[in-house]
């Protein structure tokens, strides 16, 4: 069976998408358009369901006041009628069946508008009165229900015989036979056993709640389709905004890679005229006299003179001081004890060596780091301890320098402080002093550690801080050389 992680790792999709490289500018652009789209859509989805959710208690509230308003009419509508009849109905006898059809003839009779119709049952379910569907008439009703199941003869004398009341079911329309929701309202005329109510169909409600929640739906799209219009407008803005920045990220970046590669141009300019200068300075000039040395010994073994021994040891000391300078040289350029002893060593060379050159007591100390800085660390620190010594032998005055080096849990530092006068602002625009703490600080930059300068009158102090990032394990770290 093969393991989870390689079958993973051969999918194709798994390596099409590893392989996708998303530039600064696309990273901005989700950065910028992910949690935007996210927010929209929490906003829409927030926006729909309390509108949605106020609109369903609005529209439940109309229905119920439509209703409410059809039932009151309902109620008067009984009232009235009780009126048409009242006089005949107090004054006849439980069995007057004379008064009885008289009742029944005037509810006939009273129909109003299209649908509106009164109905009278008495309690046992036989239909007496029905002028718009007379085939009811002289029926047993009992046990009727609407197609729903919701009984409705028998709930109608229920309520009769409890006094009076509404019922709501489904019945066919006089006119058309669909049908319909109907609301009824029915009371009891207890005397003669009778049911009596009227209905009204509530379709024209049931549509007018329908048109509201349709036109709630229609201006929820609508709230949509505006939200939409604005993310995209959004969007839009940010693209435009991304790829102005892009650009101009761009043009900077050019900018600066055009200036970088000026400052390396200019640098190997600076060193290749630094390693003339100290050919033609020294080098040249020792060599010249180990010549003239030479020639001046050559001239005296022509001649038999006996001071040819002094000018032969004069042109050897020339040529011994010959391979001390270019021996100097080569350190400057790249120490070899820094690759073979470590940067420790190398430092204590560098300050030994700047004390017999100029005179200036430079005190060493260090902590053993068992060569466990990384390659790049070591190389900054020295080229910036180089460059510090170098600076103070040439502007400060001082009498004395401390180098420090040791390790701590952040990573390493490097201290180096002098007595001298201080850096004064002014000064490195003038002395060109400028150009060696800017590559300080950048090569230091570049190990993701910081440069410190603190400087006054009493003297400057400088702290290199390289993170613990470049500092190898005990295991990883290169034999030192005895």
């Known amino acids: 069976m093969w393991p989870i992680s390689t079958f993973v790792c051969d999918s194709p999709l798994v390596k099409r998408f590893s392989s996708v490289r998303l530039s600064y500018g696309q990273k901005l652009g989700l950065l910028a358009t992910v949690p935007l789209i996210v927010a929209v859509a929490l906003i829409a989805i927030l926006v729909t369901d309390q509108s949605r959710q106020l609109a369903e208690r609005e529209i439940a509230a109309l229905e119920t006041q439509l209703i409410e308003a059809k039932k009151k009419e309902l109620r008067n509508y009984v009232t009235l009628a009780r009126n048409a009849f009242f006089f005949i109905y107090g004054n006849a006898q439980p069995d007057d069946a004379a008064a009885k059809l008289a009742v029944a003839q005037i509810l006939a009779a009273m129909i109003y508008g299209n649908e509106g119709f009164y109905f009278v049952y008495d309690y046992d379910g036989t239909n007496i009165v029905s002028p718009r569907q007379t085939e009811l008439i002289g029926l047993n009703w009992a046990g009727q229900t609407d197609p729903n199941g919701v009984p409705i003869t028998d709930e109608l004398i229920r309520i009769a015989r409890s006094g009076a009341g509404y019922h709501s079911y489904l019945w066919p329309k006089p006119s058309t036979g669909e049908m319909a929701e109907m609301v009824t309202y029915v009371t009891g005329l207890h005397s003669w056993h009778w049911a009596l109510g009227t209905g009204v169909f509530i379709d024209d409600v049931l549509h007018t709640v329908a048109t509201a929640r349709a036109g709630v739906e229609k201006r929820i799209a609508q709230t949509f389709v505006q939200i939409g219009a604005i993310t995209a407008v959004s969007l839009f803005l940010v693209f435009l905004s991304g790829l102005f920045i892009n650009i101009r990220e761009r043009r900077l970046a050019d900018a600066r890679l055009k200036h970088l590669t000026q400052r390396i141009v200019d640098t190997q300019e600076e060193e290749r005229s630094r390693v003339a200068r100290e050919l033609h300075d020294s080098i040249s000039q020792i060599l010249i006299g180990a010549r003239y040395a030479l020639e001046l010994t050559r001239r005296r073994l022509r001649l038999g003179d006996e001071r040819v021994s002094d000018s032969l040891d004069r042109g050897i000391d020339n040529l011994s001081g010959a391979i001390q300078e270019v021996r100097r040289i080569s350190r400057d350029l790249r120490p070899s004890v820094l690759d073979d002893l470590g940067l420790g060593p190398a430092l204590h060379a560098l300050s030994d060596e700047f004390s017999m050159r100029t005179g200036i007591i430079c005190d060493f100390e260090t902590v053993v780091f068992s060569n466990r800085l990384s390659q790049d660390a070591k190389t900054a620190l020295y080229r910036i301890a180089q460059e510090s010594l170098t600076n ?72 290199a801080n390289v993170p613990l990032t470049h500092l190898l394990p005990p295991s990883q770290a290169p034999k030192a050389a005895a």
Not at 436 to 442: C, D, K, S, T
Not at 449 to 454: A, F
């Open 392 to 463: 103070i032998a040439r502007h400060s005055g001082a009498r004395h320098v401390t180098l420090r080096l040791f390790g701590h849990r952040r990573g390493g530092t490097l201290r180096i402080q002098d007595d001298g006068c201080g850096i004064d602002p002014a000064r490195p625009q003038r002395s060109g002093i400028g150009i060696g703490l800017r590559n300080m600080q950048e090569r230091i930059e570049q190990l993701g550690g910081t440069l410190r300068i603190q400087s006054s009158a009493s003297g400057t102090m400088i702290e």
